[in-house]
């Protein structure tokens, strides 16, 4: 799945791109960016919902990161913790 992130990076620069998001619960989620987190920085996401009663249907998303890594391809793997979402 495709998301659109807006946030600021471990380098204190503000940043807004296309990324993949790996999955996705009630609570919190895990996406890959080309990019390093800070531990607890807010990112906000729009994220494409392709299954459920409306297909399309858009989540807009603030959260925090809990946790940030390198992945093997290099990309980082963070892990969000969900604050707050509204279906629009």
Known sequence: MIARVWG??????????????DNISASGLYLRLPRRMKFCASISLAVRLPNGPVDGRFAAIN?????????HDGHTGVAVKIIEHSFI
């Open 63 to 71: 959260g925090t990161v809990i946790r940030d890594h390198v992945e």
């Open 8 to 21: 600021v990076d471990s380098h204190d620069q503000p940043f807004s791109l296309d990324c993949v998001l």
